[in-house]
Nanobody, 115 residues
Framework: QVQLVESGGGLVQAGGSLRLSCAAS????????MGWYRQAPGKQRELVAR???????NYADSVKGRFTISGDIAKNTVYLQMNSLEPEDTAVYYC?????????WGQGTQVTVSS
């Protein structure tokens, strides 16, 4: 079992920044990969960014150059630094972990970007 706790969401103006954190209950080094997904009202959940245990990353085209995913092994935490936020980034952001072919999800954190 892997428990994930997200934090760092909130309300920000367009052009602003936020950093989301996802604290895992076990060492992230033992997790195959972690990522951030988001779901806006009336839309499907979509991948935002992922990072593997080896440090490889990939991003949705819509956030490339603006968002950065990173991990802190000592703190068992994965971060999503979001810069140049746009109203279209408004959504509930969920942390995801994949371990031994099982997916785990956090409870989600709301990000609202005002224009």
């Amino acid at each position: 079992q892997v428990q994930l706790v997200e934090s760092g969401g909130g309300l920000v103006q367009a052009g602003g920044s936020l950093r989301l954190s996802c604290a895992a209950s076990i060492s992230i080094f033992s997790i195959n990969g972690m990522g951030w997904y988001r779901q806006a009202p009336g839309k499907q959940r979509e991948l935002v960014a992922r990072i593997t245990s080896g440090g490889s990353t990939n991003y949705a085209d819509s956030v490339k150059g603006r968002f950065t995913i990173s991990g802190d092994i000592a703190k068992n935490t994965v971060y999503l630094q979001m810069n140049s936020l746009e109203p279209e980034d408004t959504a509930v952001y969920y942390c995801n972990a994949l371990r031994d072919w099982t997916a785990y999800w956090g409870q989600g954190t709301q990000v609202t970007v005002s224009s």
